[in-house]
């Protein structure tokens, strides 16, 4: 029987992505290979506990109480080979489901009904070297690109792949995010954060084809709280 090592699960507001405000079923599952400095999940690096697949879902369904938005994310949630069974179970109850999953991992390998949010690492990021390039072959146009921006290089950086990769054309939405202040962590090199205003100001005057993201989740809730 196939097991997850889960972090939390937990009922709450989606604060990223084009369903932004939506009450969302959230499942983040334990374990990471990157190490972004400005992450804001260490935690869920190591903590977690085993869990069933059947475990897993009658938790989520307790707590959403009816709710049909489900989000997959981690740590990197594509890890564990037991998350394709869970992905599956979930879309044949007729959930909707998002999985939030790095640039680092094989997309292709999900289950054509999950809506996969991909989040493309920046330079400033300090794991760009870790994205896999194949990956944007097998987006559609049910799936949304994040960039989380940490400075005007990674800004510039990301204009310059939106472009080569017509991704504005490829997926339903590009996101770009603005870093918050991160403290550095036990693994983490933290950062300083990027002005909202000024991404605002910089995709106005270039035209830019995304959707700017102010991580909603962030806003309502401390920027480091759990369970959020």
Not at 4 to 33: D, M, W
Not at 96 to 105: D, M
Not at 176 to 196: D, F, K, N, Y
Request: aromatic share 6%; glycine share 8%.
């Amino acid at each position: 029987m196939d097991t997850l090592k889960v972090n939390e699960i937990f009922y709450s507001i989606q604060g990223e992505s084009t369903r932004a405000g939506l009450p969302s079923v959230f499942i983040r599952l334990t374990g990471c290979h990157l190490r972004c400095g400005y992450c804001d999940t260490e935690y869920a690096f190591h903590e977690g506990t085993r869990q069933t697949i059947d475990e897993v879902i009658d938790e989520a369904e307790k707590l959403g109480r009816g709710c049909d938005l489900y989000e997959i994310t981690g740590g990197e949630p594509l890890l564990q080979k037991g998350v394709h069974g869970l992905m599956a179970r979930l879309c044949d109850t007729g959930k909707t489901v998002l999985i939030e999953t790095s640039g680092a991992c094989d997309i292709s390998v999900c289950d054509p009904r999950v809506i996969r949010i991909m989040d493309l690492k920046t330079p400033g990021s300090g794991e760009v070297e870790r994205n896999l390039w194949s990956n944007i072959e097998h987006l559609t146009r049910q799936d949304e690109v994040k960039f989380v921006l940490n400075c005007r290089e990674d800004y510039d950086w990301a204009r310059g792949v939106i472009s080569e990769h017509d991704l504005a054309r490829r997926v339903s939405a590009v996101l770009v995010s603005a870093v918050h202040e991160t403290p550095p962590g036990e693994e983490l090199s933290g950062c300083s954060g990027l002005s909202l205003n000024d991404l605002a100001t910089w995709v106005l005057q270039d035209h830019l084809p995304v959707r700017v993201q102010a991580q909603l989740h962030k806003l309502i809730w401390d920027p480091m709280a759990r369970g959020v």
